[in-house]
């Protein structure tokens, strides 16, 4: 029986979760298997949707666990295939222990990440605290900063990490709620267009190839798995990055949208510029511009790839400027921001002479103000005119009660 | 020399056979291609004390020894026993516990043992059983 | 469906191609793979195999080598049952897409776990399984302990066993609870097939296997798998250790089709007491001493109980 296609129109209003579900749909997956949690659900329900009404041809498992979502995909995956789930919070943390077998066996599965904190204190909210737990986990890790974003990520994702010279599974992370559930234009690929940028799958070591019986998941001791390891660093290191080059550039001249692992926002003069993913970039560019306005020469920068983390461009794009503040939407808990380091990891041994000073903003959904970015460009303006830190190197913003701040 | 991290499948993923293969349940064990990825290719004769002996004469190739054999070592082919992989036998000594004839057609013995010399002086009938 | 493989006898049992291999590391005498031989052997299609972290998976995937001339995957502890329902969703997927590389074959789809990966961690995993159908056999390799991480109690441990865990003592006959009825609860989702098997009876358990393997749904096996490391017998005595297990009725052979009915499929001719079984085996040593033989009564007790309550509901159907 064949699958219906859905005429979209140029422009469609969509919320992160459906522009993911409709990539979903367009690129076939073959097996969905998911378990419901919030805010990351509607995509998983989309893909349900969409095949009780004859859009998707494939199979919808819903499992009993975020950790049986995982398990599932990854046998699924191991039989050949094309594999997504979503999830969120808690679910992505009962869900981390397949995450590490699922990269290690290199099965590529695509994972929508809609960002939210960790309990306890339980909160369905958006920030960054599940994103940092895949921090390790050997997955590639893509950031959309829009529900548009949201939808071409995934299609990227998928053709980043299909291809049988990466073979690594992606995670595609979106803002709870102020990407997932906020209606934006977004402008779709046709069905056709869609499909064939992702392409059709093609199996590699799939299990259900029987005149090749394969062996997936097996035990490395001391004599074997730090070199297995080392493949799969090695590859995230040097395989991965070209590979995200290419296939955004691949995507630009079709959609004529062109992405960059990092992407860079009136950064060619800037003196100060604020380092955030997530919804928190265009808040910080709109910001931005408004404090050009005022005589401070601001930019952006925003990371669209967290992992394979793009060290050079990320030091490339601050080797000129003053002062930076690195965002981070979790909480550190004990030591500087998780992105602070690694921006910090990307300055070391370079030439740059940029101030760097951390911030932890936005836990449990709080949002940033734009009066919270033009004060804190203000600080980064201080620093820069007094070519030192005027504050502690990590601060806390937005957060009631007496200022916080350390190191 | 054991293979450096560049020079093996993605994955740490192992392949049974080389090449193709049609029908594995319908290919004997003898005519498979295996890999040098399969314990078929690989020994685990050093961890025998005792082994056991097949002497063919008392044979009635029931088969019991092929069926509850747990490492695959008792070779039966066309209905019946030819003999011991040992390269795979552990020395469990269950073939020659389950074997029924009297005097039973296979014993264990010392790893050491002299095939030849045990068959030459193999027990007689026990005819209290 | 395929046609199902003609096994009338041992000798035609023994032309089978075995697609499990020697050279694994499990102990010496280990039941494990006399089971996992019976139950691959018992069809000729094409199979795609998982298995829990537990000993069948540490001793048969150790790199460079594996023991498996089938389709064979390892993900962790817990999700062998998920691991295999997630191929045959894709399976299923390519199936209505057309994408099979060999449409014509008709694989089986099968997990193995020890006790403490079904009885215990994976519960849910597998109740998941079942409770969704898929069309997938999930088979248990019982034998009543954490044997793979050095003999720690599951759920599955009977009481009065010494474990790691719960070991006998100068003030502790071991073991304190009951095992649990796996097979009753995995029934309880009213999957189409469920069994006891046990290796000492292949024909049984063959017939069982094919069963399930003709069975369209989720099938679920209990295997009894006497661990001669953890019960402590003689490597060459697992088949005799099968025996009394199953002729003293500690584990008696039986199915349930769609969770209703009911049939006993093997009747010792002489039932052996429990305290044969019992004494075979070191786990069960400190039961014999004064103290502790009213336990030896009670378990005598326990097991005609449950046989009485078997045969009743067999007679019952229900």
Partial sequence: MAFDKIELRDLEVWDGNFAAAQALRQAQVDVVAAYPITPSTPIVEGYAKFKSDNYIEGEFVMVESEHAAMSACIGAAAAGGRVATATSSQGLALMVETLYQASGMRLPIVLNLVNRALAAPLNVNGDHSDMYLTRDSGWIQLDAFSPQEAYDMNLIAFKVSEDHDIRLPAIVNQDGFMTSHTAQGVYPLTDDAAFEFVGTYKPMNDMLDFEHPVTHGVQTEEDWHFEHKARQHNDLMVKVPSKIDEVFADFEKLSGRKYNPVECYDMADADVAVFCLGTSVETAREVATEMRAKGIKAGVVGLRVIRPFPFMEVADALKDIKAVAVLDRSSPNGAAGAMFNEVAGSLINTDSKVLLSGYVYGLGGRDLTKANLVDLYKELQANADAGKLTTQQQQFIGVRGPKLSYL | ?129 | MSEMKKIKNLKEFSTSADRFEGANLLCPGCAHSIIVREVLNATNDDLVLAASTGCLEVCTSVYPYTSWDASWIHIGFENSSTAVAGAESMYNALKTKGRLKQPERNPKFVAFGGDGSSYDIGFQWISGCMERNHDMMYVVLDNEVYANTGGQRSSSTPIGSSATTSPAGKISYGEKTNKKDMLGIMAAHNIPYAAQVAPNKWKDMVKKIQKGFATEGAVFINAVSPCTTEWKFDPKDTMHLADLSTDSLVFPLYEIIGGKEFNITYRPKNIVPVEEYLAAQGRFKHLFKDEYKYLIKEWQERVDANWAYLQRREEAKV
Wanted: aromatic share 10%; net charge negative; proline share 5%.
């Fill in chain 2, 1 to 129: 020399m054991k293979k450096g991290w560049d020079e093996f499948e993605i994955g740490a993923m192992l392949r049974t056979f080389d090449g193709s293969i049609d029908n594995i349940a319908g290919t004997s064990q003898d005519d498979r291609s295996y890999s040098e990825n399969s314990s078929y290719t690989a020994s685990v004769a050093d961890w025998r004390l005792i082994k056991p002996i097949f002497n063919k004469d008392y044979c009635i190739d029931c088969q019991f020894c092929w069926i509850y054999c747990p490492d695959v070592s008792i070779i039966s082919r066309d209905k019946k026993m030819i003999g011991i992989d040992m390269d795979h036998c552990k020395g469990c000594g269950i073939c020659a516990e389950v074997c029924p004839t009297n005097p039973k057609s296979l014993i264990m013995f010392p790893e050491q043992s002299e095939d030849e010399a045990e068959i030459a002086s193999w027990p007689a009938k026990d005819e209290e059983k």
